[in-house]
Antibody, heavy 118, light 109 residues
Framework: EVQLVESGGGLIQPGGALRLSCAAS????????IIWVRQAPGGGLEWVSV???????YYADSVKGRFTISRDNSKNTLYLQMNSLRADDTAVYYC????????????WGQGTLVTVSS | EILLTQSPGTLSLSPGERATLSCRAS???????LAWYQQKPGQAPRLLVY???SRATGLPDRFSGSGSGTDFTLTISRLEPEDFAVYYC??????????FGQGTKLEIK
């Protein structure tokens, strides 16, 4: 059974750093492209970052230079390192698995809440 | 950057009725790059349609996607109580950027 489980969220002060994890089971993270998407309280979905099977990575302009996506194939886990956090980074963060040959995401984690506040 | 505009913002219908949700792109997009999701409160999004018209595994056939170019539609032929939720369209462009529409809330009338 395919599963994605996010962890690492919490309350952090502005300017702080946090690392989110996305543990996968039922498939190999190296074999699929995977994204991070966030959702601010009461808001819509916002794409954050993507990592492809070849290791290439891309970021939304709002997080470029502050966030880094990576994966550990041996642990079958994806990460999102978030630095210089701001209040507007407050959101539930989801990881999701891409569908081969399509720009769509078929399995999602349950999300982890990041709150940036002093 | 391609923007996606969903309409209406809120759709009020009764169970058994037909729902038609629209997603308009600011430029022509590839159908392979257009998807639809459903999200219920407190839950992660659920993939409904990918490639503009392909139903996700296990999705009831009352859901259908269509469209091309700049105009895409998600149709729910006969609403069931569990279909009332927020629906998002999503696109990918050649700049490796993923974009979501702002969502349509489907509520019970």
């Amino acid at each position: 059974e395919v599963q994605l489980v996010e962890s690492g969220g919490g309350l952090i002060q502005p300017g702080g750093a946090l690392r989110l994890s996305c543990a996968a089971s039922g498939f190999a993270v190296r074999s699929y492209y995977i994204i991070w998407v966030r959702q601010a309280p009461g808001g819509g979905l916002e794409w954050v970052s993507v990592i492809y099977t070849d290791g290439s990575t891309y970021y939304a302009d709002s997080v470029k230079g502050r966030f880094t996506i990576s994966r550990d194939n041996s642990k079958n886990t994806l990460y999102l390192q978030m630095n210089s956090l701001r209040a507007d980074d407050t959101a539930v963060y989801y990881c999701a698995r891409g569908v081969d040959n399509y720009a769509a995401f078929d399995y999602w984690g349950q999300g982890t809440l990041v709150t940036v506040s002093s | 950057e391609i923007l996606l505009t969903q309409s209406p913002g809120t759709l009020s219908l009764s169970p058994g009725e037909r729902a038609t949700l629209s997603c308009r792109a600011s430029q022509s997009v590839s159908i392979n790059n257009l998807a639809w999701y459903q999200q219920k409160p407190g839950q992660a999004p659920r993939l409904l349609v990918y490639g503009a018209s392909s139903r996700a595994t296990g999705l009831p056939d009352r859901f259908s996607g269509s469209g091309s170019g700049t105009d895409f539609t998600l149709t729910i032929s006969r609403l069931e109580p569990e279909d009332f939720a927020v629906y998002y369209c999503q696109h990918y462009d050649s700049s490796s950027r993923y974009t979501f529409g702002q969502g349509t809330k489907l509520e019970i009338k």
